[in-house]
């Protein structure tokens, strides 16, 4: 069973920060959260990871509260193309595998 | 770059006949995933390979579906008989075990009437 809880769905406007929200109070110590995002019709796809400490890419920040029981993805400039399920999941990085959610259906809005 | 490929990307066929899917793992991956998608289940894990060894396929329906790796190059999922509640889209996904992410492929729509 997915161990996370994710809003069902959210508005962004284009060009502002969407920021998605995931609860995981029951994640261990050794496992990392993970955001893949599916956008219509595609395979999901990885978006950013962490264990403890905030992260950054190309694609988005991942903010992880100091006890790690939630999390935030953070899209600093949301775009159409950004309109997409967006899955929370928390895993141990080694020898594990993905078991998905219903995740948050984000739509950005012109 | 590199991507996961999958054959055929889509497929329509009779109650009763057999389905096999194909996917081509990114060439050094050695975790190979199959899942299923449907708008009731959403994304489900029907089984997942490690060095084309079978870790877990407990979320295969046994007495129809059978999941192999012939080689490292090659993973496929079959169907038979195939029935309408198989309709679906099959994912396939690759990594490498202790890294970062996992990759996906297109998927196959699979239409059983």
């Known amino acids: 069973d997915a161990k996370t809880t994710q809003p069902t769905s959210m508005d962004c406007a284009e060009g502002r920060a969407a920021n998605l929200p995931c609860n995981h109070s029951?994640?261990?110590?050794?496992?990392?959260v993970y955001w893949y995002r599916q956008i219509h019709s595609q395979g999901p796809q990885y978006i950013i990871h962490?264990?403890?400490n905030n992260e950054t890419n190309e694609m988005a920040s991942l903010i992880i509260t100091e006890d790690r029981k939630s999390s935030t993805l953070i899209l600093p400039h949301a775009t159409l193309r950004d309109t997409a399920v967006y899955y929370c999941?928390?895993?141990?990085?080694?020898?594990?595998?993905?078991?998905f959610g219903k995740g948050t259906r984000l739509h950005i809005l012109p | 770059d590199a991507r996961v490929t999958q054959t055929p990307r889509d497929k329509v066929t009779e109650m009763g006949q057999e389905v096999t899917m194909r996917c081509q793992p990114i060439?050094?991956?050695?975790?190979v995933f199959w899942y299923r998608q449907t708008m009731m289940q959403g994304l489900e894990l029907l089984a997942y390979?490690?060095?084309?060894?079978?870790?877990?396929d407990s979320g295969m329906p046994k007495d129809r579906f059978s999941a192999e790796m012939p080689d490292a190059t090659l993973a496929t999922l079959k169907i038979q008989p195939s029935e309408p509640r198989d309709s679906a889209v099959y994912f396939c996904?690759?990594?490498?075990?202790?890294?970062?992410?996992?990759?996906f492929g297109s998927g196959t729509r699979l239409t059983v009437v």
């Open positions: 060439l050094g991956h050695n975790t």
């Open positions: 029951t994640i261990s110590g050794n496992e990392y």
């Open positions: 996904a690759s990594g490498l075990a202790g890294t970062y992410g996992y990759t």
């Open positions: 962490g264990l403890k």
């Open positions: 999941i928390h895993f141990m990085n080694r020898d594990d595998k993905i078991i």
């Open positions: 390979f490690r060095n084309r060894a079978p870790l877990d």
